[in-house]
């Protein structure tokens, strides 16, 4: 009685293994980037997110970001620590916060998206503007095929 030995697609035959291949390397890159300014990627998305309102609460910081309140609030400490962004508890409920940025998050941002963007250039520059753009688009469409809400932070 012979075995029969199961056929098994070769690693690099995987989309899943180039994409993951791409994105741990801007990862990385980024990540490291980010540290020398003193920021995490996590810390980067909650203060990103934050950058276009003048406040918000970390309930509602982690609805967008997907995270649980539990992991936005050791963020939010963090940031605080940093001063990078202020937490006020509401006087009548201290279990409601606000939070918001300090003018130095505020002016900080700027220079990490900057950073963001070199990144994405370093890596995404051999392909064409129309080939960005479809790449995009198809992520984007994988996203929505498969209700992805939960942002990358590591």
């Known amino acids: 009685m012979t075995t029969k030995t199961p056929t098994l697609s070769h690693l690099k035959s995987h989309t899943g293994f180039w994409l993951r291949f791409v994105s741990n390397h801007v990862s990385h890159s980024f990540a490291r980037q980010l540290l ?50 202020t937490r006020e508890e509401h006087s009548e409920d201290r279990r409601f916060q606000s939070i918001a940025l300090t003018p130095a998050g505020r002016r900080l941002i700027p220079k990490l998206a900057a950073i963001a963007d070199k990144n994405d250039q370093q890596y995404f520059s051999a392909l064409s503007a129309k080939e960005r753009a479809t790449l995009l688009a198809t992520l984007k469409k994988l996203v929505h095929a498969h209700n992805l809400t939960k942002i990358p932070i590591e």
């Open 36 to 85: 020398a300014s003193g920021v995490t990627v996590a810390e980067w998305v909650v203060l990103r997110e934050m950058f276009d309102q003048p406040e918000t609460s970390p309930g509602v910081l982690a609805e967008v970001i997907g995270l649980t309140r539990g992991a936005v609030s050791k963020l939010v400490d963090r940031l605080v620590a940093k001063k990078l962004i």
